[in-house]
Nanobody, 118 residues
Framework: QVQLVESGGGLAQAGGPLRLSCAVS????????IGWHRQAPGKQCELVAV???????VYADAMRGQFTITRDNTKSTVYLQMNSLKPEDTAVYYC????????????WGQGTQVTVSS
């Protein structure tokens, strides 16, 4: 009984910032990681960043320094701060949660579209 709801997507200009939010509800005790993935049109889904319990965040090499993942435990929300956006950052961004026992990303949000114009 875990639900993820993304928000904050939309149209952004190249070079500008954008922050995505992922609200987590349900049996969150069973989770040991929450991360962001993205899928561009015609491309494979790729990892963006992962926030792991008791561990420093992990970033894909291409996103490190540009994107920042944070967590607000009081609100059960994870954020993705995106800076210096480029047109190639255009994609559907998904929030996903990993079950601590199963060790897989069983829970996914509906996704939020991010479009970056040049």
């Amino acid at each position: 009984q875990v639900q993820l709801v993304e928000s904050g997507g939309g149209l952004a200009q190249a070079g500008g910032p954008l922050r995505l939010s992922c609200a987590v509800s349900g049996c969150i005790f069973s989770l040991n990681a929450i991360g962001w993935h993205r899928q561009a049109p015609g491309k494979q889904c790729e990892l963006v960043a992962v926030n792991i319990s008791s561990t420093s965040p992990v970033y894909a090499d291409a996103m490190r320094g540009q994107f920042t993942i944070t967590r607000d435990n009081t609100k059960s929300t994870v954020y993705l701060q995106m800076n210096s956006l480029k047109p190639e950052d255009t994609a559907v961004y998904y929030c996903a949660a990993r079950n601590a026992i199963l060790g897989s990303y069983n829970y996914w949000g509906q996704g939020t579209q991010v479009t970056v114009s040049s």
